[in-house]
């Protein structure tokens, strides 16, 4: 396949002062929330007013379009098949990044199975493509795919950390840990950081973080720094349904205001993460 990575001309590219902050969202197991918190994540660093771009690095079963209730015209499906740039499949939600609340999404294709099977040099151009892309934002979030295949691997490294997300569920936090793994041998540079989902309390959601810190530690040798916990809350699935980001519904329901924090923790750096999140 053959696409290139050019200047749009109906984009006007921001002069930056440092690189984004290229962060994927990965978890090992499936259906613990990557994708909610993903968006979630993207109101809230719009929120806070950072240039920002959600894109979605799920190839086998993209869904932030729907959790979004978009439907561009443009993805990246269209991109892998050479029909349109990278830059001119970004869909901008609320205005766009840099708009008050906007952002901008590269968009999968829901069900397409399109991406699933990419070959490893188109993946690896796609993530390359994405750092280029990257020059133009503050924070880039890569909603990945379950599972720690090749392609998965290859998009986390193209990013700078991986918020590696847990839920208490022994399948989960094996998962979570095996992920890490892989990523340490594939990846070394990425530095991994956990967030704890759909915790029924704080406490439970420590007891999770430490259980699987601890098993870093000692396995690998050293400890990923806590995003943050964010509790079970009926409102995401509500959200969802509505397919709108909770931020914008109901932006002080307490999965919302968890997730403002995993932003800031993520904006602020390591060690304040883990204080916060203490
Ligand atoms: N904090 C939460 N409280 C309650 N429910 C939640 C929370 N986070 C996620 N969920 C529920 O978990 C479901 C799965 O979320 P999501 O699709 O984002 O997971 P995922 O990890 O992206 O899945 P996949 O691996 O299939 O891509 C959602 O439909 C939602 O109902
Ligand atoms: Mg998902």
Same mark, same amino acid.
């Given at each position: 396949m053959n696409f290139a990575f050019r200047k749009s001309e109906s984009r006007q590219p921001r002069a930056r002062v440092a690189p984004a902050s290229v962060i994927a969202v990965a978890s090992g197991?499936? &259906?613990?929330?990557k994708t909610w918190l993903s968006t979630t994540l993207a109101a809230s660093f719009a929120k806070m007013g950072r240039r920002t771009l959600l894109v979605d690095?799920?190839? &086998?079963l993209a869904n932030v379009d729907v959790q979004l209730g978009i439907a561009p015209e443009t993805d990246l499906a269209a991109v892998i098949a050479g029909w349109v740039e990278l830059e001119d499949a970004v869909t901008p939600i609320n205005? &766009? @990044?840099?708009?008050?609340c906007g952002f901008d999404v590269l968009p999968g294709r829901s069900g397409?199975? @399109?991406?699933? &099977?990419?070959p490893p040099d188109e993946a690896s151009r796609l993530a390359a493509g994405l750092t280029a892309l990257?020059?133009?934002?503050d924070i880039v979030l890569v909603d990945l795919g379950a599972g720690i295949e090749d392609n998965v691997m290859r998009l986390a490294r193209a990013c700078d950390r991986c918020l590696v997300v847990a839920t208490d569920e022994p399948t989960s936090m094996t998962d979570a840990y095996a992920f890490i793994k892989v990523l340490r041998g594939y990846a070394p540079s990425v530095q991994p950081w956990l967030a704890i989902n759909m915790a029924d309390t704080r406490v439970a959601g420590r007891r999770t973080y430490e259980a699987l810190a601890r098993a870093s530690q000692t396995f690998l040798g050293f400890r990923p720094p806590m995003a943050g916990i964010v509790l079970r809350d009926p409102k995401v699935r509500e959200a969802i349904r509505q397919q709108k980001t909770l931020v914008s519904i109901d932006p002080q329901a307490q999965a919302a205001l968890d997730a403002a924090q995993i932003a800031e923790a993520l904006v602020r750096g390591g060690a304040e993460g883990v204080a916060q999140s203490a």
């Amino acid at each position: 396949m053959n696409f290139a990575f050019r200047k749009s001309e109906s984009r006007q590219p921001r002069a930056r002062v440092a690189p984004a902050s290229v962060i994927a969202v990965a978890s090992g197991k499936g &259906g613990v929330g990557k994708t909610w918190l993903s968006t979630t994540l993207a109101a809230s660093f719009a929120k806070m007013g950072r240039r920002t771009l959600l894109v979605d690095g799920d190839l &086998g079963l993209a869904n932030v379009d729907v959790q979004l209730g978009i439907a561009p015209e443009t993805d990246l499906a269209a991109v892998i098949a050479g029909w349109v740039e990278l830059e001119d499949a970004v869909t901008p939600i609320n205005g &766009g @990044a840099g708009a008050s609340c906007g952002f901008d999404v590269l968009p999968g294709r829901s069900g397409s199975g @399109a991406l699933a &099977g990419l070959p490893p040099d188109e993946a690896s151009r796609l993530a390359a493509g994405l750092t280029a892309l990257s020059l133009q934002y503050d924070i880039v979030l890569v909603d990945l795919g379950a599972g720690i295949e090749d392609n998965v691997m290859r998009l986390a490294r193209a990013c700078d950390r991986c918020l590696v997300v847990a839920t208490d569920e022994p399948t989960s936090m094996t998962d979570a840990y095996a992920f890490i793994k892989v990523l340490r041998g594939y990846a070394p540079s990425v530095q991994p950081w956990l967030a704890i989902n759909m915790a029924d309390t704080r406490v439970a959601g420590r007891r999770t973080y430490e259980a699987l810190a601890r098993a870093s530690q000692t396995f690998l040798g050293f400890r990923p720094p806590m995003a943050g916990i964010v509790l079970r809350d009926p409102k995401v699935r509500e959200a969802i349904r509505q397919q709108k980001t909770l931020v914008s519904i109901d932006p002080q329901a307490q999965a919302a205001l968890d997730a403002a924090q995993i932003a800031e923790a993520l904006v602020r750096g390591g060690a304040e993460g883990v204080a916060q999140s203490a």
